[in-house]
Structure formats: C-alpha cells, structure tokens
C-alpha cells in the first residue's frame, strides 16, 4: 500500500476483528467464493519454509549469532578482558531495542593507550564482516569523554537487528576502558494458522474509518485465482516482526484488509503499512504480528488501487 496514509495508534484488535466479520458475514452467507479453499481434496499444501522453524529454534539461532557477532571484535595488541565493568559509566548498555524478545552479551576490555589511539585503531580495524552503521563521540559534566561505534550484521528469519556496540571511555590516566554489546532480537516462529493454501479464494476488503460503528466497507473485492494466489505468496513470505515499539504515521483511518476464508473461519490480513506490520488474526483471535513486504505493499497496491481522497 505505498502511499497509503498510515495510523497513529492502533485500534483494539478484538474491536476491529469483530466489526470486519461482522461486515464480511454478508459475503459468506451469500456464498461469495469465499467457502474457503477449492475443495479439500483438491487444496494445495502450503510450501512456506517457514513452517518447519520452531520459536526454540528461533532463539537458539539468535543466540548463536551473539556467539558470531562477538567473534568477530578486533581490539588492539595489549586489550585485557574484564569480569566486570571497570567503570561506573560502562555499567549499563549505551542502547538497545525495546522488544521483549532482546538478547545481548556483554564484554568489557582495558587497553593502557589514549581513547583517541583506540578509537582510531578500531575505525581502522572494524569487526571482521560488519557493516559500520552509525555512531559519534559524547562527554559532559560528571561523564567521561566516550565515544560509540555502532556495526550491524544481516538479519535472518530466525533473528533481527543483529549488532555489536563498542563503547571506548577515557579514564583519564591514559588507559581506556571499553564495553562491548552484541545484540539482536530472536523472532518467534509463524503460527501455522497463518499460512494460507494456494488456491484459496481471497477478498480485499476497504474501510475508510475504524472508528465508527455501522458503517458499511468503502469496497469488498473478490480476486481472481491468479490475483489470489499472487497475493498468498507475499502473505506466506512475510517474516514476524520483532515485537518493538513502532513510529507510526497520521491516522487517516483507511485500511485495506486482505480476508480468507478456511474451514468456515476468517482470517485477516491488516497491512498497517505506517508501521511496517502486518496484523493477523483468524476467527477474532490475534496471532503473531508480520513484517510487512515492499512485494505485498504493491501488490495490495495493484489490487485495491490508491485510497481516496481526503474529505
């Protein structure tokens, strides 16, 4: 949905669901090709590889890839490893990510040399296979002179936002102190409910304001078996998203749901493309939240069209 007007705040799932089958009730007792999917004989299994990677799994890959972010930290001739932090400053992680699925591993390190020699030296001799991604230098009243460098490695569908944080402070009696941080987010697995067979008769269905009750949809939709499972295949390659607050956009209350049915019960897919999350829930009852896709955002682009003009 590139170019769709984004949400603020989220509505109360359980308020939402509930009016999109209240509204969609109309199209099933109508028999709108939405009974589900061709035929149980018939029904294609869904392929999605992502169905074979339990939640366990998911967090034991994440914690391996801290294990692999560690390994790769180069630190000068001479750096002595620590048990603890050497200072008060370095106690506590200069960032991380507010996701209850965060992991990080922690090390700390002294080096007789001056922070300026150290932070050079590590410039020239980054973490061996990340990518540098940000950083600067920072001090002030009651803080010693610090600096942070900040290197990323790829996510994978097991884990997210993977990095190593490296903090240099000047003690002041020309040793440095060093605290590094490897972190990432482990993603939970899928639920199976929420791989949809291709074949599956599929509805697009528009709502110009989640706020107001009674109102009928701007448009229902009922795609072509082609357009279906076009849409299926972006749906089922969707990763989940890393559980983390999200800055979203205006709310202008425009949604454009993609709806199946399977086994006589609705299951909903809410492109929030604001916020970069797909919601999903199956009978009114919420499931894992998705990331969204650049493939899906078009294809419910192509399908719907774009929303309509502001009133």
Not at 61 to 86: D, F, H, I, K
Not at 244 to 250: D, E, I, S
Not at 260 to 282: H, K, Q, Y
Request: aromatic residues 6%.
């Amino acid at each position: 949905m590139t170019g769709m007007t984004g949400i603020a705040s989220a509505p109360s799932g359980d308020r939402a669901t509930a009016r999109l089958v209240s509204l969609f009730a109309a199209l099933i007792t109508a028999g709108c090709g939405a009974a589900g999917t061709q035929g149980a004989a018939n029904a294609p299994t869904v392929t999605a590889t992502s169905t074979t990677t339990t939640s366990a799994e998911s967090r034991r890959a994440a914690e391996a890839e801290l294990e692999n972010l560690m390994s790769r930290l180069r630190l000068p001739e001479g750096a002595q490893r620590l048990t603890v932090s050497p200072i008060a400053f370095l106690g506590h992680a200069p960032e991380s990510i507010g996701s209850p699925d965060f992991l990080s591993a922690t090390q700390w390190w002294t080096v007789d040399e001056p922070m300026a020699s150290i932070e050079s030296w590590i410039q020239a001799h980054p973490p061996l296979g990340l990518s540098h991604s940000g950083g600067g230098s920072y001090g002030g009243p009651m803080v010693p002179d610090n600096a942070l460098l900040k290197y990323t490695d790829k996510s994978a569908e097991t884990y997210a936002s993977p990095g190593l944080l490296i903090e240099v402070a000047d003690t002041g009696h020309a040793t440095t102190d060093i605290r590094v941080d490897a972190e990432d987010v482990w993603l939970p697995a899928r639920s199976p409910d929420e791989f949809i067979a291709l074949g599956t008769h599929m509805t697009l269905l528009a709502d110009k304001d989640f706020y107001a009750k009674g109102q009928p949809p701007l448009f229902t939709k009922l795609l072509n078996a082609a357009d279906g499972d076009a849409l299926i295949a972006d749906l089922n390659a969707l990763p989940t998203n890393d559980g983390g607050v999200r800055g979203c956009g205006f709310d202008q209350g425009y949604r454009v749901i993609a709806i199946a049915i399977v086994a006589g019960v609705p299951e909903m897919f809410d492109d929030w493309t604001a916020c970069g999350e797909v919601l999903v829930s199956r009978g009114g009852k919420s499931l894992t939240p998705l990331d969204t896709s650049p493939a899906l955002n078009a294809e419910v682009l192509k399908l719907a069209g774009p929303p309509p003009a502001i009133s």
